[in-house]
């Protein structure tokens, strides 16, 4: 099954799942050429490993708390916090509490 994007013009709902946030998942929510905006869910103590991507990225804490290692150090995240890391930063997220973030990735060619 093909996962549904949201398409120029189209409102997309960022704001915090609250009690909602144990029934969902993450999820692509668009991808063009140039950028893909993902909301990454993740329950208390589960993480992404360590990995890198070719394009700058923003990590934007919805709800909950997150931390982000990146370059060495721990970066933690409260709702409303949003860290850059450049292209090709080896980074891995956990989260702290039940938590939700809003991952943009810019795209190199």
Known sequence: MAIEHAIPGQVVDV??????????????????????????VLPAGASLPPHKV???????????????????????????????LSGDAVHGVRAIDDASALVTVALRK
Request: proline share 2%; with cysteine; glycine share 12%.
């Open 15 to 40: 704001g915090p799942l609250g009690s909602r946030l144990a029934e969902h998942r993450s999820t692509a929510l668009f991808k063009s050429t140039d950028l893909e905006v993902m909301r990454l």
């Open 54 to 84: 070719s394009g700058e990225i923003t990590i934007q804490c919805i709800e909950g708390r997150i931390d982000v290692s990146a370059g060495g150090r721990s970066h933690r995240l409260h709702a409303g916090q949003l860290l850059y």
